[in-house]
């Protein structure tokens, strides 16, 4: 059977009132995925949302590391997936295999390496519309700090190795790498020699998306907090008067 929102939050509360919170120094609860983690903020919401409130230290400091690895998890699995993925197609696929001169298709086939960041960023946007309550921001901030670090970390990165690939990549020493491909050496080198170019545009390019997924979600909810705040200041305004 189905466990409604308002039996969520009693279970919680009772938890808590119990001395047993579910988030506790004995590992009870940690997050398994993402997913996992949005599950709890929404249910941290859902009590805080109702007017009930919860003692920030709910959120005990493993529950807390839970959210920022998870958030590290997170942002470490996207980073690896546009690390392998994007020179593939970037200097690879798109270039040499598909030859599309349609707008449209190129930017879908640009995106694809990104299919799982942008799926994870658009995740915490929907994340950003529950900060509400200091549990909730608390579990929030968690979640996020965790995940902007790490691609933070992974743009840098990843920028500094395109930019010293590009740098080193002389045609001298591109030349000698490609004598180790025989017959395909001179096709190697002037391929090699075609995309040099369009390596640091790429790592810049690369490194901007890692940047915005990282900070956006966070600019997002505070923007959103703002407003709420900003709002609700203006509705009491309003009745008192004042």
């Known amino acids: 059977m189905a466990i409604s929102d308002d039996q969520r939050g009693n279970d919680y509360r009772n938890n808590y009132m119990a001395g047993a919170p579910l988030l506790t120094g004995g590992g009870e609860w940690k997050p ?11 249910q941290f919401y859902v009590i805080e949302s109702k007017g009930q409130n919860i ?7 493993e529950g807390t590391l839970g959210f920022f690895k998870m958030g590290m998890g ?15 197609f970037e200097f690879y696929l798109i270039p040499f295999v598909f030859h599309t001169p349609i707008t449209s298709m190129k930017i879908l086939l640009n995106a694809v390496p990104f299919a799982l960041l942008i799926g994870n960023t658009l995740l915490c946007f929907y ?3 529950y900060y509400v309550g200091t549990l909730t921001r608390k579990a929030i901030n968690s979640l996020f700090l965790g995940r902007a670090s790490i691609l933070f970390m992974k743009s840098l990165l990843m920028y500094t ?4 690939a590009a ?21 190697f080198y002037y391929g090699v ?21 990282a900070f956006l979600p966070y600019g997002s909810a505070y ?20």
Request: with cysteine; net charge positive.
């Open 55 to 61: 003692p920030v230290e709910f959120l005990t400091l």
């Open 223 to 242: 923007f959103l907090d703002r407003g709420r705040r900003r709002k609700l200041h203006k509705n009491q305004a309003r009745v008192t008067g004042h």
């Open 161 to 164: 190795l395109y930019f010293c």
């Open 74 to 88: 997170s942002g470490f699995s996207e980073a690896v997936f546009v690390f392998f993925l994007f020179p593939v």
């Open 167 to 187: 740098k080193l990549a002389t045609p001298e020493r591109v030349w000698m790498l490609a004598k180790y491909f025989n017959q395909n050496a001179e096709s």
């Open 32 to 42: 398994k995925n993402i997913i996992d983690a949005v599950s709890e903020i929404q």
């Open 127 to 129: 994340v950003s519309r």
């Open 193 to 213: 020699l075609s995309i040099l170019p369009h390596v640091i545009p790429a790592a810049i390019m690369c490194s901007i998306a890692m940047l915005l997924s």
